[in-house]
């Protein structure tokens, strides 16, 4: 595989803020954004929801539901893991 480099500008304190969660997962940064590049790919589109409403910075809010109310009612795809699976021969 061959790889290329991308050099993007971004606030400091948002850089450190996302380094920090990145590490409590366990991933770097290059591995993080290497993570959201793929699923893009795989998507055909951005992987998330984009919103101009405001006051939607909380996923939890927009649940109709309270935390933990579907537990055993929602199935995972069958695929879930697979952009991760891309990433286990990088890792090693």
């Given at each position: 595989m061959s790889t290329t480099n991308i050099n993007i500008r971004t606030?400091?304190?948002i850089k450190?803020?996302?380094?920090?969660?990145?590490?409590?997962?366990?991933?770097?940064?290059?591995?993080?954004?290497?993570?959201?590049?793929r699923q893009t790919v795989r998507m055909n589109d951005i992987p998330f929801v984009l919103t101009t409403k405001a006051n939607q910075s909380n996923h939890a809010d927009k649940l109709p539901f309270g935390r933990g109310c579907m537990k055993g009612k929602i199935q995972m795809a069958e695929d879930f893991d697979a952009p991760l699976e891309d990433f286990k021969e990088y890792m090693e």
């Open positions: 606030d400091s304190e450190a803020r996302a380094q920090q969660i990145f590490s409590t997962l366990g991933l770097d940064m290059t591995t993080a954004v290497n993570l959201f590049l």
